[in-house]
Structure formats: structure tokens, C-alpha cells
């Protein structure tokens, strides 16, 4: 028992045609909608906020940026300065409020010692944010750093300040 046609000759074949119209309704409606909608979207409402008295957010401290390049010479922001003025420079950044960060730049070159020597000062000077400047190699499909993250340095137990 067979439906639709009437016709025994004929054979039975898959439908080749996409109807689109039931596409182009709907298609239709959601324009509709959307139409409609769209100046509910852009309007705003009247609030009338109350006034409060805040203090300010405090400025970013300050960056110093020590170099060191290969022969173990120092410049502070560029300037090059003498070993013995690094102490002193030191000292008027840490009675600074807020303590500005210092950022450590050394060449890949650069002995130890003269990194240790200078990270000791800070320590006795008593700053407390030092940050070591790197570049990553080029190619190394490593992800892209943020510019000199400073991180605090913990104080030591049983280090005495003055």
C-alpha cells in the first residue's frame, strides 16, 4: 500500500530539492525582532547616584633603573655614577615615600660580585622592592614577558636593620 501518487510506473526517488523558504521565515522573524529591539538596546536609565567623599588613589612609586654593564660600571637612571655614590643614592631613594621600585639591569657579562655588592647595599640601605630586568631570547617560542615585574624581597630573620 503506497501513498502520494498515483502513478505505478513511476519509481520512488529521494527528493533533490532544500525547500528554503521555511528558512526565509524564519530568518524573517528574528529581522522582526531584532528590529524591534534594537532602541531598547541604546536606551539608558535616569539614576540619580549619591555623592561620596573618597580620598584619592596614591600615585605609582617610582622606578629607579640600575644598570650594570660588563665591566661592572654602575649608572642610576642612565647617569653613570661611582661605586662609593651608590650607597648614598640608595639611601635617599629608600627615605622616599613611597619607597620607589629599583629595577636590576646587569649585562649577561656582568661577575657575580659586583651583583651581589650592589644587591648587599640595597639590603643595607633598606630597600625592599628589587626587580631583575631580563629580555627573552629571541625565538624561543617562549610567551612574551610584562616589562620589570618588581617583586618585594623578604627580610631576612636576624638581619638587623640600623
Do not use: C
Not at 95 to 105: E, S
Not at 147 to 157: G, H, I, M, N, R
Request: glycine share 8%; net charge neutral.
Amino acid at each position: 500500500m503506497s501513498f502520494g501518487a498515483f502513478d505505478e510506473s513511476r519509481h520512488a526517488a529521494p527528493m533533490a530539492e532544500i525547500n528554503v523558504t521555511p528558512m526565509v521565515d524564519v530568518m524573517l522573524v528574528l529581522l522582526v525582532i531584532f528590529i524591534l529591539a534594537a532602541p531598547l538596546f541604546t536606551h539608558g536609565l535616569r539614576l540619580d547616584l549619591p555623592g561620596a567623599a573618597a580620598a584619592p588613589l596614591p600615585a605609582p612609586p617610582a622606578t629607579v633603573v640600575l644598570s650594570i654593564d660588563a665591566t661592572g660600571k654602575l649608572y642610576w637612571n642612565g647617569d653613570a655614577i661611582a661605586p662609593g655614590a651608590l650607597a648614598a643614592r640608595m639611601a635617599a631613594a629608600a627615605a622616599q615615600n613611597p619607597q620607589p621600585d629599583l629595577q636590576l639591569r646587569a649585562d649577561r657579562a656582568t661577575r657575580y660580585d659586583v651583583i651581589a655588592q650592589v644587591l648587599s647595599t640595597a639590603q643595607a640601605n633598606n630597600l625592599v622592592k628589587i626587580g631583575f630586568v631580563t629580555e627573552p631570547k629571541p625565538g624561543d617560542g617562549a610567551l612574551p614577558l610584562r616589562p620589570a615585574q618588581v617583586l618585594p624581597t623578604p627580610a631576612l630573620p636576624g638581619a638587623g636593620g640600623k
